[in-house]
Nanobody, 122 residues
Framework: QVHLVESGGGLVQAGDSLTLSCAAS????????MGWFRQASGKEREFVAA????????DYADFVKGRFTISRDNAKNTVYLQMNSLKPEDTAVYYC???????????????WGQGTQVTVSS
């Protein structure tokens, strides 16, 4: 089993940037594809971005393309989400998750972090 811990969330203003980190421990991190999801208050959880185990393939939700970048450092057992040009509608709890294969659906992910709050003021 892999244990995931997100960090880096906070309160920012619209247009600002923020980088989230997800530190993994337990199993071999490099064996897992990683994803970022978010859930706003009263809303359903939605896909944000994913990255393959090697980092060679990435995918993004339409609403973050051109603004967010997912990356990973397998030597540090960490995945990142660089968020630029943040908007108030980006406000949500952000979760990282690990899967045995690259995917876009919550059910494909086996392990989840506790989440980190991102709040963007207008």
């Amino acid at each position: 089993q892999v244990h995931l811990v997100e960090s880096g969330g906070g309160l920012v203003q619209a247009g600002d940037s923020l980088t989230l980190s997800c530190a993994a421990s337990g199993r071999t991190f490099s064996r897992y594809a990683m994803g970022w999801f978010r859930q706003a208050s009263g809303k359903e959880r939605e896909f944000v971005a994913a990255i393959s185990y090697s980092g060679s393939s990435t995918d993004y939700a339409d609403f973050v393309k051109g603004r967010f970048t997912i990356s990973r450092d397998n030597a540090k057992n960490t995945v990142y989400l660089q968020m630029n040009s943040l908007k108030p509608e980006d406000t949500a709890v952000y979760y990282c998750a690990a899967a045995e294969k690259f995917g876009w659906n919550s059910w494909e992910y086996d392990y989840w972090g506790q989440g980190t709050q991102v709040t963007v003021s207008s």
